[in-house]
């Protein structure tokens, strides 16, 4: 087994909900009880190519990104790929990573719209259902953040490393009260 097998996904889109348009996906391997931080993924994606397959551009999220950093709005032009492509070479990459965990930064985000998005493109998907982890509460129940002050916010490659870097802060504050409350079941 891989010693990074947490596997945090970060997506940058045309859209807030499953269904959306996707432009580019990051992702890095880590390991929450180490600390320790592995490989990383990222790969541009092709907009027509998703909207071929039906996924949807939201005009408000194309609004959004207008108003977002120029090196944010520059990462996303070199070398899209076709969305299948894209969703292979991901698979590949949580695969070859022995990937136990996805976590998404919200429940309710990259791992619905990926998902969204292996289904139009007739994929099957890398990850086991139950391996969907969600920052925001991990976040919440440690008092912790991501630091987007490092890299360039909405870079989702720097997104997914300042992510997985707060989950694993997350477990350094939550870890004591999970070993204190097995010790009082012991
Ligand atoms: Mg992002």
């Not at 994606?45 to 996924?55: K, M, T, Y």
């Not at 429940?107 to 086991?128: Q, R």
Request: aromatic share 10%.
């Amino acid at each position: 087994m891989a010693d990074h097998t947490h596997i945090m996904v970060d997506l940058e889109t045309l859209g807030t909900a499953a269904g959306c348009t996707i432009l580019s996906i990051g992702a890095v391997a880590f390991n929450p009880l180490s600390g320790m931080i592995g490989g990383n993924f990222y790969c541009n994606v092709d907009r027509a190519s998703c909207e071929a397959i039906g996924l949807k551009t939201n005009p408000a999220t194309v609004a959004w990104w207008a108003q977002q950093s120029v090196e944010a709005r520059a990462a996303l032009e070199a070398n899209p790929y076709p969305i299948d492509v894209a969703l292979d070479a991901f698979s590949y990459f949580y695969r070859d990573n022995d990937g136990t965990h996805l976590w998404g930064h919200g429940g309710n985000f990259d791992a619905p719209v990926l998902e969204s998005a292996f289904i139009a493109a007739g994929m099957d998907l890398p990850w086991k259902y139950s391996a969907a982890r969600c920052t925001r509460t991990i976040y919440e129940l440690a008092g912790v953040a991501p630091d987007r002050m490092k890299g360039v916010h909405h870079n989702a490659l720097d997104d997914a490393i300042n992510q997985a870097a707060a989950v694993i802060a997350a477990y350094g504050v939550l870890k004591p009260a999970m070993v204190a409350k097995e010790a009082a079941h012991g």
